[in-house]
């Protein structure tokens, strides 16, 4: 069964600074990927997803994330964070019979002034 | 505007009690989801339909019930054998098939047990 690892459970960073939130995916079937982000004590909310094509995949919110067949990877990265991109970040994989997905355990994204 | 609506955004309920957490979609969307949320543990899904009066049991279906009488509507019951109810609930929507990897979410009720 496909799932997915996201290796932090908590990144702090300075605004302005860059960020990349880690993903790891294992799977032997095609694969797609995505990213959702939650505020607090909201629902989630699409930011990219990776399909086929491009590996650089961009998204809302000036969030981008890089498909890497051969690490097996598909992290989230912002060149430059704001205060607002406080919030829990989930990367997710669609299951073989394309029905369902399946969320990582989630990264929490702290930005300090 | 389209969107999911659950209710209620908060309820608290006694041990040995059923609690029944409304979710409802006007997306004329086919496929509909309950997922649990705990801290640090992600989501996980408990049931899932794509189509009316047909669910299927998620990764931890046990202690839950779903019925799917109308496309707009998903009700979760979180039963008395649900050893630790106590969770954030989130209730999702898409379209089916390959499709369904756009999930729409609603804003979730949090269960707190006694």
């Known amino acids: 069964a496909q799932s997915v690892t996201q290796l932090d459970s908590q990144v702090p960073v300075f605004e302005e600074a860059p960020v990349e939130l880690r993903c790891n995916y294992s799977?032997?079937?095609?694969?797609?990927l995505f990213w959702y982000v939650q505020y607090p004590n909201q629902g989630l909310q699409l930011l990219l997803k990776?399909?086929?094509?491009?590996?650089l995949v961009k998204g809302i919110n000036g969030f981008e994330a890089e498909f890497n067949k051969s690490q097996t990877s598909f992290h989230l990265r912002k060149p430059s964070v704001h205060i607002s991109d406080t919030a829990e970040y989930f990367c997710?994989?669609?299951?073989?019979?394309?029905?369902?997905?399946?969320f990582g355990k989630g990264t929490m994204l702290l930005v300090s002034p | 505007d389209g969107g999911i609506t659950q209710s209620p955004k908060y309820l608290f309920r006694k041990e040995g009690q059923n609690v029944t957490l409304s979710c409802e979609q006007n997306?004329?969307?086919?496929?509909m989801y309950w997922y649990r949320q705990d801290p640090g543990q992600g989501l996980r899904l408990i049931y899932y339909?794509?189509?009316?009066?047909?669910?299927q049991k998620g990764d931890i279906a046990e202690g839950y019930s779903v019925s799917r009488e109308k496309k707009e509507s998903f009700p979760l019951t979180v039963t008395s054998a649900q050893k630790n109810p106590t969770a954030f609930y989130l209730c999702?929507?898409?379209?089916?098939?390959?499709?369904?990897?756009?999930?729409?979410f609603g804003a979730g009720s949090r269960l707190t047990v006694l």
């Open positions: 999702a929507s898409s379209i089916k098939g390959r499709g369904a990897n756009v999930l729409t």
């Open positions: 799977s032997s079937v095609s694969v797609y």
């Open positions: 990776y399909l086929s094509g491009s590996t």
């Open positions: 997710a994989t669609m299951n073989s019979g394309y029905s369902t997905l399946t």
């Open positions: 997306l004329n969307h086919d496929a």
């Open positions: 339909s794509q189509i009316v009066n047909d669910f």
